[in-house]
């Protein structure tokens, strides 16, 4: 696949080279990332990384040496500026593959999880924890990497059958990598395909969204919006419209009957759900949530679990789903069906996930007729939530388009909890 200038259906092509041509390298590495970050249909809050690999002096030895700067850890791409990226010198930081390896090794022994020491391969002590996708970037053998989450390709690798759906959406121009845990574990078999096929210029991590790569700016940015347009056509001509999610098992509740329920249940369920420690809700009752939580499917495809760690990281593995009927039931069924959920959700949880300190309660609440109520410390992270299942609810309406959704398992999600 290479870039064409053509007219992008489903997101839109920002770059403007007279502004970018004027840019130092990493001015240029900051306003790739920014054009990506500001379409939410490309990444979303939060999500992805971007690199850029150059010659730099050594301040320690004075000579040039390969650095490569990586958007770091907790920035959002639409508003990273320079000093929220950080440079590590790309030899020791390739070097570190062995280190993995060894404690790899020890950890199949032991059963622990291996630490990725970025510190040791840092060009500046100062700047902040990169990514832990950077290996990914620096295995790649080219100065510009994207790895980003929209959900069309996220919807792909969430799929019974990823791997030939690739092929068939983006032929031999996409690299297919399976499941596994960010860092190293993931960027080694990835530069392993990329050297059965090094034309490719993208690659579909299933489970964590597409990487692409060029050794030139613009190029590395419309080969990914190339990837993007591929995927959301090919679920666009299989849209099942009203039949989506199995089609409506109940209807929407008029607006004002909705705030009633919400203005009763919510103080119950902010009780409920806050382990003594204040919390806040953020609810959404939009057409696409609605359309989510009233279908036939919901509560089949809400079991599966969400299909990618930075959804995980902001919704958990599963939301609570309560088998309401707002055409039937009273408002005191409601309130029983949502004490016994979150008792039923702590207990479960607490099974699956012993070794994990994160609160057992459930971080989403999806009630039919209602919509969804996401629930944070605070109410960045309440947005964060719900943005983040709505665009999981997005991906499950995308791979059940094409094929059949697959959620990350609890083994997969206990893993990836740890990062």
């Known amino acids: 696949m290479s870039y064409r200038d053509n ?12 502004q970018a041509n004027q840019l130092s390298p990493l001015e240029a590495l900051v306003y790739r990332s920014n054009r990506l970050g500001a379409d939410r249909r490309i990444t979303p809050t939060g999500g992805g990384s971007t690199s850029l690999k150059v010659i730099e002096k050594d301040p320690l030895s004075g000579q040039p040496v390969e650095v490569i700067w990586v958007k770091s850890a907790g920035t959002d791409l639409k508003t990273s500026s ?3 990226f950080s440079p590590l010198y790309q030899e020791k930081l390739i070097a570190l593959r062995h280190h993995y390896q060894r404690e790899r090794r020890a950890r199949d022994r032991l059963q622990t999880i291996p630490s990725e020491p970025f510190k040791a ?27 980003i989450h929209p959900c069309a390709a996220i919807a792909v690798g969430a799929c019974k059958n990823s791997r ?3 092929e068939r959406i983006w032929g031999q121009a996409m690299l297919w990598v399976p499941r596994a845990r960010p860092g190293f574990e993931q960027g080694i078999p990835l530069q392993a395909a990329w050297n059965r096929n090094p034309d490719a210029i993208g690659a579909l991590l299933a489970g964590n969204g597409i990487a692409t790569w060029s050794d030139d700016n613009r190029l590395c940015y419309r ?3 190339d990837i993007i347009e591929a995927a959301s056509r090919y679920i666009a001509t299989r849209d099942k419209g009203d039949k989506t999610f199995g089609g409506p098992r109940h209807r929407d509740l008029s607006e004002s009957a909705r705030q009633n329920v919400l203005e009763r249940i919510l103080p119950l369920l902010t009780d409920l759900i806050s382990d003594g420690n204040p919390v806040i809700g953020t609810v959404e009752s939009g057409p696409e949530v609605l359309r989510f939580v009233n279908s036939v499917d919901a509560a089949r ?4 679990g969400v299909a990618c760690l930075h959804h995980l990281r902001h919704t958990k593995l599963k939301p609570l789903f309560i088998p309401w009927n707002p055409d039937g039931d009273t408002l005191e069924t409601l309130k029983q069906r949502l004490e016994h959920g979150v008792a039923r959700y702590r207990k479960t949880r607490s099974d699956h996930y012993k070794y994990n300190a994160q609160s057992e309660a459930p971080a989403v609440c999806l009630i039919p007729g209602i919509g969804m109520i996401a629930w944070g410390q605070s109410d960045s992270d309440s947005r964060l ?32 909890a740890t990062l």
């Open 385 to 416: 939530a719900a943005e983040a299942y709505q665009n999981a609810i997005e991906v499950m309406r995308c791979a059940e388009a094409i094929d059949t959704y697959v959620g990350l398992s609890a083994q997969e999600a206990q893993l990836l």
């Open 82 to 84: 320079g000093s929220q």
């Open 121 to 147: 391969a840092t060009f500046n002590r100062a700047a902040p924890a990169p990514s832990v996708d950077t290996p990914l970037h620096a295995l790649m053998p080219y100065a510009h990497v994207n790895h």
């Open 301 to 304: 495809l809400a079991d599966k």
């Open 164 to 166: 030939a759906l690739t």
């Open 223 to 225: 080969q990914t919006l």
């Open 7 to 18: 007219r992008y259906t489903h997101i839109h092509d920002t770059w403007d080279d007279a």
